[in-house]
């Protein structure tokens, strides 16, 4: 019974990062900061991201330059428009992940 109940909750937790991952993708058009696409992309393929690591001074995977400064401002417009969400409520280190 455990396994069958396991099971779905795996099942809706897919469906739930599919539904996100796609509000994500829908809002990318709108995103005119340098490297968004790029930035985009690590949050689909990445648990968390930290902004001050992962998307400064470089984009990781890439050359796209980005200062810590825009990579907060970025992680905060995705937070804005819905489609991310900050996990650690820390102001210090944050880690944003997709989702409400």
Do not use: N, Q, W
């Amino acid at each position: 019974m455990r396994i069958l109940e396991s099971i779905e909750e795996t099942i809706r937790l897919a469906r739930d990062l599919a539904r996100h991952a796609e509000a994500l993708r829908a809002i990318a058009p709108k995103l005119r900061a340098k490297g968004s696409d790029a930035a985009v992309d690590l949050f689909l393929t990445e648990d968390t991201v930290a902004p001050a690591s992962m998307l400064s001074p470089c984009i990781r995977g890439t050359i796209i330059p980005m200062t810590d400064r825009a990579a907060r401002r970025f992680c905060d417009r995705l937070v804005e428009m819905g489609v991310a969400r900050e996990l650690t409520g820390r102001p210090t280190f944050r880690l944003y992940g997709i989702g409400p």
